[in-house]
Every structure is written in C-alpha cells, then in structure tokens.
C-alpha cells in the first residue's frame, strides 16, 4: 500500500512522476480530485506544498494524521509553525538549493532597472529606435547595496553585487557573526545609506510591512528598491506611492502582497520591473527543490527526522 500524500500545489513532472511512484498523491490543486478528497484525509500523513502557498490552518486541522510538511521552498510565512509544532507536525523546507537562483534574480532585476532593459526591449520592439531618446542607465559600479535580511539569500547577493563593484552594507534582525560587511543599526539607517535596497527578510508578523514609507523616503528619490522576499514585507500603498511621485527612483519586484491576483496600478507604475515570483524558478534549482521535497517525505516515512526540518 503506497501512503496517501496532499500535493498543495504543482511541482515538475520528473517529480510529480516520482511522488506518484512512491506515494497515492492526492492533488488539492486539482478541482476534481479536491472535490472528492474527503474520505482520504484521515490517511494523509504528509503534505508537499510551495512555499507561497503554505497550508492553511483549516487544511491542517482537516489531517488528523499529519506529520510533515515538505515546503518545495524556503518561506514558511503561509505555515502556522507553532500549531503545527504543538500538533507534533514537521515543517521541511529546501533550505539551502535554492540561494544562488534567488539571489540571481534579484541581480537581474537591479540591472534591468538600472539599465533599462525592460523597456529597452519594448522600445526595439515598438520600432522606436530610429527615433533615439534613450535614456542613460545608471552603473551599479561604486553605488552602495544594503541588503536589509542577511540570511544566505542576502549573503549570496551581496557577494553577487560585490561583482559588479558595489560596496555591501546590511540590517539583520539578530546579530551576524560571519560578515565583513557593515552592519547598519535600523532598517531605516540601512535604507539611508543605500542607492539599492535589497529586500531578502523573511515574512513574519513582526517584518509586516518592514518596508513603510518612512523607509522608502530614507531610500531616497535616487533609490531604488528589489523585493526578492515576500510581498507582505513591503507597504505596498507607501511603495506606489512613492514610485509615482518620484519619492524613491524605481523598483524590481519579484513578489507581492495577493499573489497572483497583484494590485493593477503595479502595471502602471513607473520605472518598475515586475516578475511572476520565479526567484527559484530555474529548471536546476527546481530540480534541487523536488529532490529535497522527495528526500524529506523519504525521511519521514522512514520514521526519520527530515533533514531540513526547521520548527
Ligand atoms: C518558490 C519561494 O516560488 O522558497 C520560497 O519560499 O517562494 C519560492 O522558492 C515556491 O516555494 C514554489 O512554490
């Protein structure tokens, strides 16, 4: 008998055919089968989901029999950790594969602000190039990146923007043993003392909208902000309105506040560069997820402890 495992959201095929050879998936992104799903609860012991998505107290207290969530991510702010702790429920991530990619992405989305590549490619496109009027880029060489999180994500962009010739400061909640780089006193300070900010917080009740518009002011008319992290770390009403009205220089967004139902005056809003949350989302690192996912549902039917359990 293979055990019954909730499937939250879609993962890679070469994966999902490896959880349907292991295990009787039942997929609650699947209308049909979520319709039907009832008489199996009582027998799910695992649930794999995305780390957007999380699991929902409801669906947590629909599984009497739960005892790990595989998150095929890092981010745990959909998942009530300490109602899953009390109830004896595990919370895996893939800690660790997905550092590089993530921080990757913030690195394209700094330069396509920056340089304007977004809309240069629109401007091609449109035939506008015989017409000229381009506007000037900024050069990230000799500007100052704060980094405001510096857990590995930030770590791997700060090494990435050091590339480019930036110089790294930071704001981190609790202490950080293992930097060179300076370490500023507030998120404001930080954002004060930034041309780029780099948003890389984990999302929790107490970083709610971290980003406020006293931040966005401190950032400056001249800089410019990347939220590679969660939408709900920013304000997002301050973020508009400080894009709009020149109160901060541009931004490049990788998540949102609804995803992926996000606020409309995003389209609108200038010098933006807006992505369908992908910071993982490269056929590598995917890969790297859904091993990990497949290797800490092993480890908890094999009455081991998952490797990357986190609460
Ligand atoms: C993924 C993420 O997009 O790691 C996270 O928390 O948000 C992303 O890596 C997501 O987990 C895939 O569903």
């Given amino acids: 008998m293979k055990p019954d495992i909730l499937l939250v959201e879609p993962m890679m095929q070469a994966i999902e055919d490896q959880l349907d050879a292991i295990y009787t998936v039942h997929r609650l992104y699947n209308e049909a089968e979520k319709q039907t799903l009832e008489a199996a609860l009582p027998t799910i012991r695992a649930v794999a989901t995305g780390g957007g998505t999380g699991l929902s107290n409801e669906w947590i207290e629909k599984l009497p029999n739960l005892g790990v969530i595989a998150v095929n991510g890092v981010g745990t702010d959909r998942i009530d950790l300490k109602l899953a702790r009390a109830r004896n429920i595990d919370v895996a991530t893939t ?39 381009f506007p000037l880029g900024i050069s990230p060489k000799g500007k100052r990146l704060g980094i405001l999180g510096l857990g590995q994500i930030g770590k791997a962009f700060g090494r990435k923007a050091e590339a480019f010739g930036m110089s790294v400061r930071y704001w981190n909640r609790s202490p950080v043993t293992d930097s060179d780089w300076q370490a500023c006193a507030s998120p404001a300070e930080l954002a004060e003392d930034s041309d780029v900010l780099c948003v890389v917080i984990a999302a929790t009740a107490e970083t709610r909208n971290i980003v406020d518009a006293e931040m966005l002011k401190a950032l400056g008319p001249k800089g410019y ?8 770390v920013v304000d997002e009403d301050a973020l508009l309105t400080a894009l709009n009205n020149g109160g901060i220089a541009g931004a490049g967004l990788d998540v949102f506040v609804n995803e992926p139902n996000i606020r409309e005056e995003f389209f609108t809003a200038p010098n933006t560069v807006l992505m369908p949350h992908v910071g993982s989302a490269t056929l590598e690192t995917r890969m790297a997820m859904g091993d990990l996912v497949l290797k800490n549902l092993a480890a908890h039917f094999a009455g081991e402890k998952p490797l990357t359990t986190i609460n």
């Fill in 95 to 133: 800690l660790g594969v997905l550092t590089d990619d993530v921080a990757d992405t913030g690195i394209a989305l700094m330069l396509a602000l920056l340089r304007h590549i977004a809309v240069g490619d629109a401007y091609v496109r449109a035939g506008q190039w015989p017409k000229g009027g």
């Fill in 225 to 232: 902000l990347i939220n590679i992290a969660r939408g709900t």
